[in-house]
């Protein structure tokens, strides 16, 4: 399958539409290799009716990530063209709760961080790959039309600050992680329900008493400040491993 990589720039438009009337529809979707973000996770759970454990069980395989070296969640393929589990001959079955890069495609989004200011800045790629047939629509789009239609912008805000939990890894753990940080990173950033057990029992997670008591409570029952605070207990853990070696 051959691919192509073409840096878009804000303002040039580029012809494509996904729909049921194109002949490749829900390929995609299938040989699946697709990855899933904390944030992900958590729509999909919460789209599913089910707890963070149940979904990682039904649904995923994690495994270590050979470039960052962090657990990563994948969705677990089925059937002999190893589909998403969620894909139905009318398209995907989650669509409004879809990851992040089911609906970046078929741009790709690069981070990065400017190493004087610590300013993140973005740039997109067209990936245009042979078996996509969404190329060949009329359809006029730019970067700003894809990001709204495809409501990207939240997604986005949810996972970059992975980003410094990879910069943080790199930079003060060489090697692979211990497994007591792999299986900490696991819980906050997947195991979210687990997460909040554990942070608010009493005996649990001292980290708790050093959130923000309005972050806190807003923890209790929802999962975004949850996975806010799962974040920064991941990167003071790496931390305090830096301050150990
Ligand atoms: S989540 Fe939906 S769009 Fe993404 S691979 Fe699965 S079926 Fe396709
Ligand atoms: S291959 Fe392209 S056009 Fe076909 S379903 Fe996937 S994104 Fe849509």
Request: with cysteine; hydrophobic share 35%; charged share 30%.
């Amino acid at each position: 399958m051959e691919a192509q990589l073409t840096a878009l720039e804000p303002d040039t438009p580029f012809s494509f539409s996904c729909r049921p009337e194109v002949s490749c529809f829900t390929e995609c979707c299938r040989n699946l290799n697709q990855f899933l973000t904390p944030y992900d996770l958590i729509r999909l759970k919460t789209r599913m009716g089910v707890t963070s454990r149940e979904f990682l069980d039904k649904y995923t395989i994690v495994f270590i990530g050979p470039e960052t070296g962090l657990p990563v969640a994948v969705l677990e393929p089925v059937g002999s063209d190893s589909r998403c589990p969620f894909v139905s001959s009318e398209g995907c079955a989650v669509y409004s709760d879809r990851p992040a890069s089911c609906r970046t495609y078929p741009l790709v989004r690069l981070l990065s961080r400017n190493k004087d200011t610590g300013a993140l800045s973005e740039r997109y790629f067209i990936h245009r790959e042979s078996h996509c047939r969404g190329f060949d629509t009329q359809t006029q789009q730019t970067l700003d039309t894809w990001v709204k239609d495809q409501e990207l912008a939240v997604y986005n805000e949810m996972n970059d600050p992975l980003m410094d939990i990879i910069a943080l890894k790199n930079r003060y753990y060489k090697g692979p992680l211990n497994t007591s940080i792999k299986d900490l990173f696991k819980l906050c950033c997947y195991d979210i329900d687990t997460f909040r057990e554990r942070l608010f029992q009493k005996s649990g997670d001292k980290f708790i008493e050093s959130v923000a008591p309005e972050l806190a409570e807003q923890a209790e029952h929802d999962d975004i400040a949850l996975l806010k605070i799962g974040f920064e207990r991941v990167k003071t853990a790496l931390l305090e491993h830096r301050r150990e070696s």
